[in-house]
Nanobody, 124 residues
Framework: QVQVVESGGGLVQAGGSLRLSCAAS????????MGWFRQAPGKEREFVAA????????DYADSVKGRFTISRDNGTNMVYLQMNSLNPEDTAVYYC?????????????????WGRGTQVTVSS
């Protein structure tokens, strides 16, 4: 089992950047694929980015490709989401999640462990 805690959210102007962090604790962090999801008010939770347990493969939602970068450090049990060129449509609560599955998933039901989220607000 792994516990995850997000941080780094806040208020930023359109065009700005934020870096989200996800600290994981528990056993064997490196066996989990890690993902970021987000949920805006009145909308379903949606996939943002994912990274394989080894860090050698990533996947992104089309809406964030070229703007967001996911990375991880298995030595410190950390996952990061660098978000650039933010726009108001990126406003949401961002969640970090861990998946024990073999494949790098984009569906929330493939992720077993979730943080409580961190709010990102982008003003126009």
């Amino acid at each position: 089992q792994v516990q995850v805690v997000e941080s780094g959210g806040g208020l930023v102007q359109a065009g700005g950047s934020l870096r989200l962090s996800c600290a994981a604790s528990g056993r064997a962090f490196s066996i989990y694929n890690m993902g970021w999801f987000r949920q805006a008010p009145g909308k379903e939770r949606e996939f943002v980015a994912a990274i394989r347990r080894s860090g050698d493969s990533t996947d992104y939602a089309d809406s964030v490709k070229g703007r967001f970068t996911i990375s991880r450090d298995n030595g410190t049990n950390m996952v990061y989401l660098q978000m650039n060129s933010l726009n108001p449509e990126d406003t949401a609560v961002y969640y970090c999640a861990a998946s024990p599955a073999l494949r790098l998933g984009v569906n929330a039901n493939e992720y077993a462990y979730w943080g409580r989220g961190t709010q990102v607000t982008v003003s126009s």
